[in-house]
């Protein structure tokens, strides 16, 4: 093995070479550099062992490093030390985040300023914008195809709005996240032109084959994303007659990380991100970096290898952000790129989709059986999470676990697939269909979360109870996401009842991407009927206003540990946060459209006594004959007193 990247004299020489002498021994980025880059540079030497290019590459990306320092403002630096005082302030109870498209949520990155008092207001401290580089023009993948890292889509303004807006929010207490697309660029990223041009330096950017031979090899184990859209995972150019691998779609051309020229290209790109002021970078598709033959070319260990290289990257540079992982695969993979060394915030896939099936069902088994094992990660880490995103609805959940309930894990994710789409006699939820895989029967769900449980159906009768029971599911779900433990996530819009969006159905760029129905515009009309006493939507935005203040007042919901309770009853889901120091808090919901009881005395080695205290509801009466009852969609957040 070479000995460039050995923890000894030519890792030294490197950062000799770069930062100079003794002059610069206290320098912080040097301090970090002689601490991470040993590891790094072993690390880099496992992914690439063989390739005779690696010296010469691990130079360049001490240089690149050394750069990205050098552009990382003062104001971010003292931000890196704070960060490193308080490496855990993600899993503060303060934190609660939202997601958005800034066209669809304020019109451009000047008018989102506008938008800071309200987010305030609500209690966001964490807001997750929507991809806002330079794209195509016309299909775009909602901005995930890629132009221009480095230059802000021209519609939502420039660079130093978006500057001055990472600035303002970082003043109002708002951290920002950015998504970092690093699996592929657009197809007209200058990478990419410079490769259709032939020039064999970005040639080999790419996955770019002669013909179809070892296109064909590879397909024969890998999954079809978007089979509706397109079938196979490669593109044929026609200017040259060859193929190029394009996981998602075919605009998006994959990244060659077998060539390590390409890992320290995308770490300038990264760190350009990191030194715009974002606390998180959003790891879009990271399951799919790394192509083995023979396997689905998915979760493959030089992925993760390749996570923990750009994390050492981002902690020598710009140590105040972490990464948050957007694995969305089976639960034991998620599990993979999570950790201290990898990604400090993770989405939760699998709680988001099992509260989904449990409000169709009226059932907690899977919720229990599967959260019970699945749901503890490492304490420096922190699950987001969220009940819908930008993207649709994926039911992965473990076959194994479903099994070992009697649960057929196909047959019920088409029975989930047609509740969700209004198909099933007696579903309340509206959505549509996505990317159905007519080989395989696969297909996941999109809709707004008040439409997907029932508001819009409700409000077309103008049933009333159906409706109070809308608002009841709506407050469920966000109740869970706001206490079970990590970081809670609103998709902007959620929190005002917002219902699917069909306008999209009109516009040819985007009539085939039916998770345009769940990104909707909040206009005016959207947010006086939130501010209009009386609508549901005012409800819905109080009641959630309600729980964010809850949750802010217990730091037990923040920095606390989750248990996951099993009750008797398979119609309620529980739970307990508890910290050294704390009271804890036992969090109890009814899934089903009717009265439930919890035994109470299942859990008296908790000390849960009768005078637990309801903090949603201060006002609600003791339990009593051991017994908790609760309405239909009730949840009730019990402060547990009399513990020894």
Not at 36 to 53: F, N
Request: include cysteine; charge should be negative; hydrophobic fraction near 40%.
């Amino acid at each position: 093995m070479n000995d460039v990247y050995t923890p000894s004299g030519n890792v030294q020489a490197l950062v000799d070479r770069e930062l100079g002498g003794a002059e610069s021994e206290q320098d912080p980025f040097r301090v970090r550099l002689e601490r991470y880059l040993p590891e790094l540079c072993e690390l880099l030497g496992t992914i690439y062992e063989g390739r005779s290019d690696l010296s010469a590459s691990i130079s360049k990306l001490v240089k690149t490093l050394s750069e990205g320092y050098e552009n990382r403002s003062a104001r971010l630096r003292r931000r890196d030390t704070v960060r490193l005082e308080d490496e855990l302030w993600y899993r503060h109870e303060n934190m609660v985040g939202m997601a958005c498209y800034v066209d669809l949520f304020a019109g451009d990155l000047k008018r989102l300023h506008d938008k800071i008092p309200y987010l305030r207001d609500l209690g966001i401290t964490y807001l997750h914008l929507m991809p806002l580089y330079k794209s195509p023009e016309d299909e775009n993948d909602g901005g995930y195809a890629v132009t221009d890292y480095r230059t802000v889509d021209p519609k939502l303004g420039t660079l130093e709005d978006l500057q001055s807006l990472a600035g303002a929010l970082d003043d109002a207490g708002i951290s920002l996240v950015l998504d970092f697309v690093f699996n592929h660029t657009a197809d007209d990223h200058e990478w990419a032109q410079a490769a259709r041009q032939g020039d064999p330096e970005y040639v080999d950017y790419y996955w770019i084959f002669s013909d179809r031979t070892l296109p064909d090899a590879y397909e024969e184990n890998l999954r079809e994303i978007f089979p509706q859209t397109r079938r196979g995972s490669f593109t044929h150019l026609p200017e040259t007659d060859q193929w190029v691998w394009t996981t998602f779609n075919s605009f998006q051309w994959d990244l060659n990380y077998s060539n390590p020229a390409v890992f320290t290209a995308i770490v300038g790109e990264m760190l350009f991100l990191a030194n715009l002021g974002c606390d998180v970078l959003r790891l879009d598709a990271l399951a799919f970096i790394w192509k083995d033959m023979g396997t689905s070319c998915e979760n493959r260990p030089n992925a993760i290898r390749l996570i923990q290289a750009f994390n050492l990257c981002l902690r020598m540079v710009a140590p105040a952000t972490v990464f948050k992982s957007e694995a969305i695969v089976h639960p034991d993979d998620v599990a993979k790129y999570i950790g201290p060394d990898k990604c400090r915030l993770s989405y939760n896939p699998l709680t988001m989709a099992l509260l989904w099936n449990s409000l169709a069902t009226r059932k907690t088994r899977l919720l229990n059986k599967s959260l019970t094992h699945r749901f503890e990660i490492d304490d420096r880490c922190s699950w987001v999470n969220y009940a819908r995103c930008h993207d649709d609805i994926g039911w992965t959940f473990d076959d194994g676990d479903a099994n070992a309930l009697g649960i057929n894990g196909a047959d019920h994710r088409g029975f989930l697939n047609q509740f969700y789409t209004g198909q099933f006699p007696g579903s309340f939820a509206r959505g549509l269909g996505f990317q159905y895989n007519p080989e395989n029967g696969d297909c996941r769900v999109c809709g707004s979360l008040a439409s997907l449980c029932g508001l819009e159906s409700a409000l077309e009768a103008a049933d009333e109870a159906a409706i109070e029971a809308a608002i009841a599911r709506i407050l469920l779900v966000h109740s869970i996401l706001l206490s079970i433990g990590g970081i809670p996530l609103i998709y902007a819009g959620d929190e005002m009842a917002v219902l699917n969006d069909y306008r999209f159905m009109d516009d040819p760029g985007k009539r085939a991407d039916a998770r345009w129905v769940n990104r909707p515009f909040i206009d005016e009309d959207v947010i006086s009927r939130a501010m209009t006493p009386g609508t549901p939507q005012y409800r819905v935005h109080q009641g959630i206003r309600h729980m964010i203040r809850r949750r802010k007042a217990m730091p037990v919901l923040g920095r606390g540990k989750t248990r996951i309770l099993e009750a008797d009853n398979v119609h309620l889901f529980s739970f307990l946060r508890y910290a050294e120091g704390a009271l804890p808090v036992m969090v109890v919901c009814n899934f089903s459209d009717s009265e439930q009881f919890l035994n109470i005395q299942r859990f008296d080695q908790l000390g849960l006594l009768k005078d637990a205290e309801n903090l949603l509801d201060p006002s609600a009466t003791a339990p009593e004959d051991g017994n908790i009852r609760l309405k239909p969609y009730e949840v009730q957040w019990l402060q547990l007193v009399g513990i020894a």
